[in-house]
C-alpha cells in the first residue's frame, strides 16, 4: 500500500515545475513527521483534532530556511506556490478577516482580490490592507459581460493575474486556520489530486441559522457521498467554492471559469469539468482549517439558499418532490389536527391510534436527525431546532425551484435568468 502512496506522490510531483515539486516534498516530509509525532492520537490526517490549538506553532516551526526557499529569486524571479483568489462585492464587513487569515499562510505568496464593483466600503477596506500586507493585489472586475455570473468573472480575472502554479479560490466571508493552505497542498500529494476542496465549518451566531443550515448540509451529505467525489471510477463530483484548490495546468485544460460562466454553482460545475477530464480530486469537511459565517442575516440567508438549493439538490421536478416527501413536517401537521379535534370534543379511538403513529413517525425523524448531526459533527443539542429547520429547509426548496425554473434568481444585486430543468 505504501508502494502505491509513493508511486501517486511522485505523479503529483512531476506535474509541477521544479520549485513547485521541491517545496511539496518539503511538504510531504515535515506531514510525515508530524504523523510519527502523534501516532497515539490515531488521526488519519495531521493537524486534524484540536487544531486551531496546536496549528499557529507548528506553522512557526517551519519558517526556516526551507519554507524561506521557497520565496527565493530562481534567475532573478521571486515564484509564487499558491495564489489565493478572493472575488468581492459588498463584503466590507468580512473582506479584512479572510485576507488577513489568508495572507498568514507561509505558502501563500500572494493574495489576489477582485473587487466585483462594490457599492459599499469594500474598496476602501482593501486599500488600507493594501498598506499592511505586501502580498496582497487588489484588482477591479469592471463591468459585468453578458452571460457570466459575477462571481465566475471575479475568479476568472484573478486567475488570469495569479503567478502561482496552484490557485486557492476562496470566499470573502472565510477565515483561514494557519496552515490550511499547507494542509491542502499535502491532501494533494497524499490523494494524487489536481483539486482539493473543504467544506467549512460553520459559524451560526443566530436560532435561523442553527436551524436551516445544519439541516441544509445534513441533506446534502446524504446526497454528496465524500468517498465516491474521491474515488476515481466513479462519476460522482462535487466541491465547495469557499476553499476550492487546484492546480494551475489542471484549470486551465478544463477552461477555467470562462468554462463555466453562466454556472450559478459554479464550484461543482469546475469539479464536474476536472473528473470528466480524469484528473483526481479530493473533496472532504476537515475541522480546524477554515470556517465561515455565511450569512449574517435572515435576508441574506433566504436568497442564499433559494439561489441555489434546488440546484444543489439535482435539479429535478422528480427529485424536488421525493426531498419534499422525506423532510416536510407532516407527522408535525397530523399531531396539530388531531389535537385541534381533541380540544373540538372529537374522542375516538382511531384519533388515538392516529396520534400514536403520528409520534411515533416524529420520534423516529428526531432520532435520524441526532444522528445526522453527530456524523456532520454538529452539536447534537440542535435537535431542538428540527421542526422550524424542517419547514424552512422545505419553503427554501419550494422557492428556489420556482426561481430556478420559472423566475430569475437574485444575487449581490445581480439579477440571472433561470434555466429551466
Same mark, same amino acid.
Given at each position: 500500500? @505504501?508502494?502505491?502512496?509513493?508511486?501517486?506522490?511522485?505523479?503529483?510531483?512531476?506535474?509541477?515545475?521544479?520549485?513547485?515539486?521541491?517545496?511539496?516534498?518539503?511538504?510531504?516530509?515535515?506531514?510525515?513527521?508530524?504523523?510519527?509525532?502523534?501516532?497515539?492520537?490515531?488521526?488519519?490526517?495531521?493537524?486534524?483534532?484540536?487544531? /486551531?490549538?496546536?496549528?499557529?506553532?507548528?506553522?512557526?516551526?517551519?519558517?526556516?530556511? @526551507?519554507?524561506?526557499?521557497?520565496?527565493?529569486?530562481?534567475?532573478?524571479?521571486?515564484?509564487?506556490?499558491?495564489?489565493?483568489?478572493?472575488?468581492? @462585492?459588498?463584503?466590507?464587513?468580512?473582506?479584512? $478577516?479572510?485576507?488577513?487569515?489568508?495572507?498568514?499562510?507561509?505558502?501563500?505568496?500572494?493574495?489576489?482580490?477582485?473587487?466585483?464593483?462594490?457599492?459599499? =466600503?469594500?474598496?476602501?477596506?482593501? +486599500?488600507?490592507?493594501?498598506?499592511?500586507?505586501?502580498?496582497? $493585489?487588489?484588482?477591479?472586475?469592471?463591468?459585468?459581460?453578458?452571460?457570466?455570473?459575477?462571481?465566475?468573472?471575479?475568479? /476568472?480575472?484573478?486567475?488570469?493575474?495569479?503567478? #502561482?502554479?496552484?490557485?486557492?479560490?476562496?470566499?470573502?466571508?472565510?477565515?483561514?486556520?494557519?496552515?490550511?493552505?499547507? !494542509?491542502?497542498?499535502?491532501?494533494?500529494?497524499?490523494?494524487?489530486?489536481?483539486?482539493?476542496?473543504?467544506?467549512?465549518?460553520?459559524?451560526?451566531?443566530?436560532?435561523?441559522? @442553527?436551524?436551516?443550515?445544519?439541516?441544509?448540509?445534513?441533506?446534502?451529505?446524504?446526497?454528496?457521498?465524500?468517498?465516491?467525489?474521491?474515488?476515481?471510477?466513479?462519476?460522482? +463530483?462535487?466541491?465547495?467554492?469557499?476553499?476550492?484548490?487546484?492546480? !494551475?495546468?489542471?484549470?486551465?485544460?478544463? #477552461?477555467?471559469? !470562462?468554462?463555466?460562466?453562466?454556472?450559478?454553482?459554479?464550484?461543482?460545475?469546475? %469539479?464536474?469539468?476536472?473528473?470528466?477530464?480524469?484528473? $483526481?480530486?479530493?473533496?472532504?469537511?476537515?475541522?480546524?482549517?477554515?470556517?465561515? =459565517?455565511?450569512?449574517?442575516?435572515?435576508?441574506?440567508?433566504?436568497?442564499?439558499?433559494?439561489?441555489?438549493?434546488? $440546484?444543489?439538490?439535482?435539479?429535478?421536478? =422528480?427529485?424536488?418532490?421525493?426531498?419534499?416527501?422525506?423532510?416536510?413536517?407532516?407527522?408535525? %401537521?397530523?399531531?396539530?389536527?388531531?389535537?385541534?379535534?381533541?380540544?373540538?370534543?372529537?374522542?375516538? /379511538?382511531?384519533?388515538?391510534? /392516529?396520534?400514536?403513529?403520528?409520534?411515533?413517525?416524529?420520534?423516529?425523524?428526531?432520532? %435520524?436527525? %441526532?444522528?445526522?448531526?453527530?456524523?456532520?459533527? *454538529?452539536?447534537?443539542?440542535?435537535?431542538?431546532?428540527?421542526?422550524?429547520?424542517?419547514?424552512?429547509?422545505?419553503? +427554501?426548496?419550494?422557492?428556489?425551484?420556482?426561481?430556478?425554473?420559472?423566475?430569475?434568481?437574485?444575487?449581490?444585486?445581480?439579477? *440571472? +435568468?433561470?434555466?429551466?430543468?
Amino acid at each position: 500500500m @505504501r508502494g502505491l502512496a509513493v508511486e501517486s506522490e511522485w505523479k503529483v510531483l512531476w506535474r509541477t515545475p521544479a520549485y513547485a515539486r521541491f517545496a511539496l516534498t518539503v511538504i510531504g516530509t515535515r506531514k510525515q513527521h508530524e504523523k510519527s509525532r502523534n501516532k497515539s492520537q490515531n488521526q488519519s490526517s495531521f493537524q486534524f483534532p484540536f487544531q /486551531s490549538a496546536i496549528q499557529a506553532p507548528y506553522n512557526r516551526s517551519i519558517a526556516d530556511e @526551507r519554507t524561506n526557499s521557497l520565496a527565493a529569486p530562481v534567475d532573478g524571479i521571486v515564484k509564487t506556490l499558491v495564489s489565493a483568489i478572493i472575488p468581492a @462585492r459588498n463584503e466590507e464587513a468580512s473582506i479584512a $478577516r479572510a485576507v488577513q487569515s489568508v495572507a498568514l499562510s507561509l505558502e501563500v505568496g500572494e493574495v489576489i482580490v477582485v473587487n466585483d464593483q462594490s457599492t459599499d =466600503r469594500t474598496a476602501a477596506v482593501l +486599500a488600507e490592507l493594501a498598506g499592511q500586507i505586501p502580498k496582497l $493585489r487588489v484588482l477591479e472586475a469592471g463591468p459585468l459581460p453578458a452571460g457570466w455570473v459575477g462571481k465566475n468573472h471575479a475568479a /476568472s480575472i484573478g486567475a488570469a493575474a495569479a503567478q #502561482g502554479d496552484w490557485l486557492l479560490f476562496t470566499d470573502a466571508d472565510t477565515y483561514h486556520y494557519p496552515g490550511a493552505a499547507r !494542509r491542502a497542498l499535502a491532501d494533494a500529494v497524499d490523494h494524487d489530486a489536481v483539486l482539493v476542496s473543504y467544506s467549512p465549518e460553520q459559524e451560526m451566531q443566530t436560532w435561523w441559522e @442553527r436551524a436551516l443550515v445544519p439541516f441544509v448540509y445534513c441533506r446534502l451529505a446524504g446526497k454528496f457521498s465524500f468517498a465516491r467525489i474521491n474515488d476515481p471510477k466513479q462519476p460522482d +463530483a462535487a466541491a465547495n467554492g469557499q476553499f476550492l484548490l487546484v492546480l !494551475r495546468d489542471a484549470y486551465q485544460a478544463v #477552461g477555467g471559469h !470562462r468554462g463555466v460562466a453562466g454556472e450559478i454553482l459554479e464550484d461543482v460545475a469546475l %469539479a464536474k469539468r476536472v473528473k470528466q477530464r480524469g484528473y $483526481r480530486m479530493y473533496f472532504t469537511a476537515p475541522i480546524g482549517v477554515v470556517r465561515t =459565517r455565511m450569512y449574517p442575516s435572515f435576508a441574506a440567508m433566504w436568497q442564499g439558499w433559494t439561489k441555489n438549493l434546488y $440546484r444543489l439538490m439535482g435539479g429535478k421536478s =422528480r427529485s424536488l418532490f421525493f426531498e419534499l416527501i422525506e423532510v416536510l413536517p407532516i407527522a408535525e %401537521a397530523g399531531l396539530l389536527i388531531v389535537a385541534l379535534l381533541y380540544f373540538a370534543g372529537v374522542g375516538t /379511538s382511531l384519533l388515538a391510534a /392516529s396520534a400514536c403513529v403520528f409520534l411515533g413517525v416524529l420520534l423516529a425523524r428526531h432520532v %435520524a436527525y %441526532a444522528a445526522a448531526l453527530y456524523r456532520n459533527l *454538529y452539536p447534537t443539542s440542535y435537535i431542538q431546532y428540527y421542526v422550524p429547520g424542517s419547514a424552512l429547509y422545505g419553503a +427554501a426548496l419550494v422557492v428556489s425551484w420556482w426561481k430556478s425554473t420559472r423566475g430569475t434568481v437574485v444575487w449581490k444585486g445581480r439579477e *440571472y +435568468a433561470a434555466k429551466t430543468s
